[in-house]
């Protein structure tokens, strides 16, 4: 049995999503930033980092897992799916597993932050991620117009990309000018372990400005951000 400690967040939906497709059995415990749970003794001995997603494989000695990408590695190689065995197919899905965890993530991360929920509006910084969020948006259109996934078959690259562009709204950014990436979107959510993914736990992440879930999902983060300054650090 696995035990997932995640939120309604890109990255805690990676791993639901992986583990709904993998058909692995799974327990969620949802930590709640709001009371700093990821921050306590208890987790921290599971991610000495403090942020979540994270895993305890309890078939496997109790396996602790941290950073999304380890921990899709981790199922995909555990069960022989979703990545290919030989060198050269588990290379390419390992370079878009990666373009998402150096570059989407974080590009996608830091407009969220100046976007949604800076206290102040820095408009060069809103510019700057966004800018670079349609940048990285492009080179997923234009590869995708000669490929139906990004590594061959589906894979942990599709799912780990597909659960951050999904927010594409919240971030700010639009994917109309991307018909390729958009024709991607729309295969990637109309699989049913996807479907189930993204609702353990719900997220509002994808929502319009007018979602009250979403604005108070906001003022939350807005809290945290400015609790992250005042303490030098945070999520």
Known sequence: ???????????????????????????????DF????????????INPNGRIPAIVDHAADDFAVFESGAILIYLAEKTGKLMPSDPRGRS???????FQMGGIGPMMGQANVFYRYFPEK???????????????FRVLDSHLKDHEY???DYSVADIANWA????????GVSVEAFPHLKRWLALIRARPAVQRG???????????DDDAAAQKFSEEARKMVEMGQSQNGGE
Not at 122 to 136: F, K, M, N, S, V
Not at 198 to 205: A, Q, V
Request: net charge neutral; charged share 20%.
């Open 122 to 136: 820095i408009q060069p910084a809103i510019d700057r991620y966004q800018g670079e969020c349609t940048r990285l």
């Open 150 to 152: 990004l590594a061959g």
């Open 164 to 171: 951050w562009v999904r927010t594409h709204r919240w971030s």
């Open 92 to 98: 390419v899905v390992l370079q878009w597993l990666m």
């Open 34 to 45: 709001g009371k700093l749970e990821q921050k306590q003794a208890e987790f921290l001995a």
């Open 1 to 31: 049995m696995i035990e997932l400690f995640t939120a309604a967040t890109p990255n805690g939906h990676k791993i639901s999503i992986a583990l709904e497709e993998l058909q692995l059995p799974y327990t969620m415990r949802v930590l």
């Open 198 to 208: 993204i609702l353990m736990p719900p997220s509002n992440l994808d929502s319009g």
